[in-house]
């Protein structure tokens, strides 16, 4: 973990501590080494920051192109090692980075759905978190946050454990099918915790 990342993941948490109560369940579900695809629901824009200081890893999350033109925020996300997709398109040079990182032993933090959840209930993945689990031999991790996000009330970050993809990645299953998979696992979660 970089000493910015652990810097800035205290700012963080000190900032959200006293606003939120967390509940973080499952962390030693969380391999401590070796790649991991973390893929989670996402309700809200706080969401990836709740992820970054829950996870007892450091996570690098793809994030919406946008979101780096924004002053100061743009430059932030990036000393934490975040990198831009352009959303609704096939985005290679995103997929390149999420595989490098994922077979070089990193974590790579994915919201499957692509968008934040208007009535929050769990959406559709789309293929490339199918794609990542199917292209590495990394982890995939299920998480679930189970809010919502109201002053004082808590919000729970349950972190399942891995996915079995091998007889998928065996049979050659399709990106799609395996995101599904993903999905069911979450959606799981948020069944028995919420």
Do not use: W
Request: proline share 6%.
């Amino acid at each position: 973990m970089t000493a910015f990342y652990s810097l800035a993941r205290n700012v963080v948490r000190g900032v959200l501590s006293p606003l939120y109560r967390f509940e973080v369940i499952g962390k030693e579900n969380v391999p401590s080494e070796g790649g991991i695809l973390l893929c989670s629901n996402h309700i809200d824009n706080l969401d990836p920051p709740v992820v970054g200081i829950t996870c007892p890893r450091k996570v690098s999350f793809m994030a919406k192109e946008e979101l780096f033109k924004v002053p100061v925020l743009g430059g932030i996300i990036r000393q934490l090692q975040a990198f831009p997709v352009k959303r609704g398109l096939s985005d290679r040079e995103a997929l390149r980075k999420g595989l490098k990182l994922l077979k070089e032993g990193g974590v790579l933090g994915l919201f499957p759905e692509g968008t934040r959840s208007k009535n929050g209930q769990l959406g559709k993945g789309l293929a490339g978190a199918g794609f990542f689990a199917l292209r590495t031999n990394a982890y995939v991790v299920p998480c679930a946050i189970i809010g919502p996000y109201k002053k004082f009330a808590t919000v729970k970050v349950v972190y399942g454990k891995p996915i079995d993809l091998a007889e998928y990645r065996e049979n050659r299953a399709g990106a799609e099918e395996v995101t599904a998979v993903i999905m069911g696992e979450i959606q799981k979660l948020i069944d028995q915790h919420k």
